[in-house]
């Protein structure tokens, strides 16, 4: 609680706030960068505090658009960012010139951004941990906040299915309905799909691989030729391949451009992240990712895959 008053007190004397999030922004990244400059604004209308980064191009108009400021505003800010671990992360470097930097995040610590740093993989989002601080603090939650941080906090569990989602993310949850989020209505935004993306989806996940406990997708660019896709439409499709027996783990890898092939691991129990930091990435025990360079990489991240699914038992509560 600590680190939160103190994140608190330069939240309350500060007279401009700015609030970043990661390159490729998922739901969590930006319900959370919503959420809370809605609330910091509803509790002190007087403070200019602004949402800098690409969110959610297809959920603008439902959850909030973001905000565009010159270099000045945020070298004269007091910078938050909100579910950023490392460096390589950052969305928009010039966060890190503001006059004081305020880290909030929930994955393994990697780099230290030089001020306040509230971190804590006990939290299954970003979302949550904001929501906390909120209603710790007893901000006024409009209903902006309430949709973008269940938002949030249901992106990053999976709809609550993954950990370390526990009863006092199910409260906040609660507490969020309670001001304004309708999960249905919220579901039902975020999860549509056209005719043609269901057809894409399909083609793709025909094409699944298997190792010992491991289920995963390899896709180089001949590959997204011929199944008339591109490296960024294949972002949400991992979790495809989610919890067949016997594969406890599960993985695509998609060639961006040369030298450069994206990889999503994510398991039902095996620490992922524990390879994904060995080839240079990172995020959560159960779902992490990195960047490779080479075909050759792939191949050894799928050895050490496969060690993991062999080696860890799978348990309901590893975290």
Request: charged share 25%; proline share 3%; net charge negative.
């Amino acid at each position: 609680m600590n680190i939160q008053k103190a994140i608190y007190k330069k939240i309350k004397n500060a007279d401009t706030i700015t609030i970043f999030g990661h390159i490729r922004p998922d739901g969590d990244c930006y319900g959370s960068q919503i959420g809370l400059r809605d609330a910091i604004r509803a509790t002190f209308p007087k403070k200019k505090v602004y949402a800098i980064g690409r969110g959610r191009p297809d959920l603008l108009t439902y959850f909030g658009h973001m905000d565009e400021v010159d270099d000045d505003v945020i070298k004269n800010s007091l910078v938050i960012t909100v579910d950023i671990g490392d460096f390589p992360r950052l969305e928009d470097a010039r966060c890190l010139t503001g006059q004081e930097i305020i880290k909030i995040d929930h994955h393994v610590f990697t780099d230290d951004f030089g001020g306040l740093e509230w971190v804590d993989t006990e939290y299954v989002a970003c979302g949550e941990m904001v929501a906390d601080f909120l209603f710790n603090f007893k901000f006024k939650i409009p209903s902006s906040t309430a949709k973008a941080l269940f938002f949030a906090i249901a992106s990053d569990s999976g709809r609550f299915q993954y950990g370390p989602t526990n009863t006092r993310t199910f409260l906040l949850a609660a507490y969020l309905t309670s001001r304004g989020a309708n999960p249905e209505e919220i579901f039902q935004t975020i999860y549509v799909y056209d005719v043609e993306e269901v057809r894409r989806k399909h083609r793709v996940l025909v094409e699944f691989k298997l190792r010992p406990g491991v289920a995963y997708l390899t896709l180089n660019k001949d590959d997204l030729a011929r199944l008339e896709i591109t490296s960024n439409q294949v972002g949400g499709y991992v979790n495809g391949l989610a919890n067949m027996k016997g594969y406890p783990v599960w993985a695509y890898f998609v060639e961006k451009q040369e030298n450069e092939i994206s990889c999503e691991l994510r398991s039902s129990g095996p620490n992922v992240q524990v390879v994904a930091a060995e080839f240079g990435g990172g995020g959560h025990r159960k779902a992490s990712g990195a960047r490779l360079k080479s075909w050759e990489q792939v191949e050894a991240m799928l050895a050490r895959l496969e060690e993991i699914a062999r080696i860890e038992p799978i348990t309901e509560d590893a975290e």
